[in-house]
C-alpha cells in the first residue's frame, strides 16, 4: 500500500517567509510524527499526534513553530518567520498506533532558507 | 549525557564479515528500542524492534538488549556492500510509552568488497 508522502520534497525560501509543509500518514495510522535532521546530525523530535490531538509538543524549538492535524489524517507543520537555522530536512513518519507500535517515515521535505 | 549515544564511527568492515554496531541510552523507564538504516539523502527505514531483554533474530541481523546495562547492540552478519548506511539508534521515550523517539546520532557503516 501506499507509504507516508510529504510535500514538497524540496523548499527554498528566504529569510522572515513563512513555509508549511504537508504530511499524508498512512491510511489507518492514528498516529503521526514530525521530526527534523540537520545536516549530519541525527533526528530531533519536533511533536506528535494522536488523533487529531498533540500530547507532547515539548519538541518544537520555538513559537515559530506550530503544527496541526485535521481529520485523523493530513498534518500540516508551519514555521513563521523562518530562520537560515531552520535550515534542515523535516520528516514525517506515522504509526498504527501510539507507544511500542514503528514508526514509518516520508521521504522528507528539505528546506533550504536563504 | 546524551539520552542516546552511539559512535558515528565510521565503522569500515571487510565483505563478509560481522558488523557490531552499539548504542547506549540513559533512560530506565524505555521499553522499546529500534534500530533504522538510513542511506545517504533517503529517509530512515526499519531494520528492527526490540522489546524484550535477549536476542531478535532476523535474516543476516541480530538486535541484543540489555535493559540492565542500558544498552542495544545490532550484530549484521554476513555484511555486503549494500549494508554501508548509517545505522540509527532509536528508544521510545519512557514517559507514558508515548511513542516519541529519541534517536542516537547514528554510526556510519562502510562494508568494503
Known amino acids: 500500500g501506499a507509504g507516508v508522502s510529504q510535500s514538497p520534497s524540496n523548499k527554498v525560501t528566504e529569510k522572515g517567509k513563512d513555509v508549511e509543509l504537508r504530511c499524508d500518514p498512512i491510511?489507518?495510522?492514528?498516529?503521526l510524527y514530525w521530526y527534523r535532521q540537520s545536516l549530519g546530525q541525527g533526528l530531533e523530535f519536533l511533536i506528535y499526534?494522536?488523533?487529531?490531538?498533540?500530547?507532547?509538543k515539548s519538541g518544537l524549538p520555538s513559537d515559530r513553530f506550530s503544527a496541526e492535524r485535521t481529520g485523523g489524517s493530513v498534518s500540516t507543520l508551519t514555521i513563521q518567520r523562518t530562520q537560515q537555522e531552520d535550515s534542515a530536512v523535516y520528516l514525517c513518519?506515522?504509526?498504527?498506533?501510539?507507544?511500542?507500535?514503528?514508526?514509518?517515515f516520508g521521504p522528507g521535505t528539505r528546506l533550504l532558507v536563504l | 549525557q546524551k539520552e542516546v549515544e552511539q559512535n558515528s564511527g565510521p565503522l569500515s568492515v571487510p565483505e563478509g564479515a560481522i558488523a557490531s554496531l552499539n548504542c547506549t541510552y540513559s533512560?530506565?523507564?524505555?521499553?522499546?528500542f529500534f534500530w533504522y538504516r538510513q542511506y545517504s539523502g533517503k529517509s530512515p527505514e526499519l531494520i528492527m524492534s526490540?522489546?524484550?531483554?535477549g536476542d531478535k533474530e532476523d535474516g543476516r541481523f541480530t538486535a541484543q538488549l540489555n535493559k540492565a546495562s542500558q544498552y542495544v547492540s545490532l550484530l549484521i552478519r554476513d555484511s555486503q556492500p549494500s549494508d554501508s548506511a548509517t545505522y540509527l539508534c532509536?528508544?521510545?521515550?519512557?514517559?507514558?510509552?508515548?511513542?516519541?523517539?529519541?534517536f542516537g546520532q547514528g554510526t556510519t557503516l562502510q562494508v568494503k568488497p
Open positions: 499526534f494522536q488523533g487529531n490531538s498533540a500530547p507532547d
Open positions: 532509536a528508544v521510545n521515550s519512557g514517559s507514558g510509552n508515548t511513542g516519541k523517539l529519541i
Open positions: 513518519a506515522s504509526s498504527l498506533g501510539w507507544g511500542k507500535e514503528t514508526q514509518y
Open positions: 526490540i522489546y524484550s531483554n
Open positions: 533512560d530506565r523507564g524505555s521499553q522499546s
Open positions: 491510511s489507518g495510522h492514528t498516529a
